[in-house]
């Protein structure tokens, strides 16, 4: 996974794409949920991703989800919240969200937070959305980081701290 993210980013490597791509794809064909995560995100949108390969990510997501992994929870919640690749199902993806966070997942943190926050499929408490976007942040989650940046800017759900703001942004 690291070799194919120096690549794709050309950090200690000449910047790749292509060849970063070319090993997504086979860390993909050989069952990588990380991978499958990695091409529908970076290549959503393109003709780089086939609907095949969604439908391969996605199924890959519900076995590790239904394992108990908190990334592939989350994985799949955030296609579920959108409808990427699968019938639009906001409930179930506020569900495997708060798997996710409960197991203490940054990235769940931070996508249960947002739901919260903006009333997605759970009523709107904002409260509860700033304490698990500090979660996240704590954890160095860059998403996390902002959106908590954002409500302390702005005295969203806390106290307004422009300082810790900017600390965040940074």
Same mark, same amino acid.
């Given at each position: 996974?690291? /070799?194919?993210? #120096?690549? +794709? ?8 794409? /292509?060849?970063?791509? *070319?090993?997504?794809?086979? &860390? +993909? ?27 391969? &990510?996605?199924? #890959? ?8 992994? /908190? =990334? ?10 959108? %409808? =990427? @690749?699968?019938?639009? =199902? ?5 569900? #495997?969200?708060? #798997?996710?966070?409960?197991? @203490?997942?940054?990235?769940? *943190?931070?996508? $249960? %937070?947002?739901? $919260?926050?903006?009333?997605? %499929? ?9 304490? $698990?976007?500090?979660? /996240? ?6 998403? %996390? ?12 759900? &806390? &106290?307004? =701290?422009? +300082? ?7």
């Amino acid at each position: 996974s690291e /070799s194919r993210l #120096l690549c +794709m980013e050309g950090r200690g490597v000449l910047c790749n794409r /292509s060849e970063a791509e *070319q090993l997504w794809r086979r &860390a +993909m064909g050989n069952g990588s949920s990380e991978a499958a995560g990695y091409l529908v995100i970076e290549f959503k949108g393109t003709n780089a991703v086939t609907d095949t390969q969604i439908r391969k &990510a996605i199924g #890959l997501w519900r076995q590790r989800s239904d394992l108990g992994h /908190s =990334d592939a929870q989350n994985s799949l919640g955030r296609c579920l919240k959108n %409808g =990427d @690749g699968v019938t639009k =199902d906001v409930a179930e993806a506020v569900r #495997l969200f708060r #798997l996710s966070a409960t197991k @203490g997942d940054a990235s769940g *943190q931070n996508n $249960l %937070g947002y739901c $919260l926050k903006h009333g997605i %499929g759970v009523a709107k408490d904002v409260a509860e959305a700033v304490r $698990l976007y500090r979660l /996240s942040a704590t954890q160095g989650n860059a998403r %996390g980081q902002n959106n908590l940046g954002v409500c302390l800017k702005h005295g969203i759900g &806390a &106290a307004k =701290d422009e +300082m810790e703001a900017v600390r965040l942004f940074r």
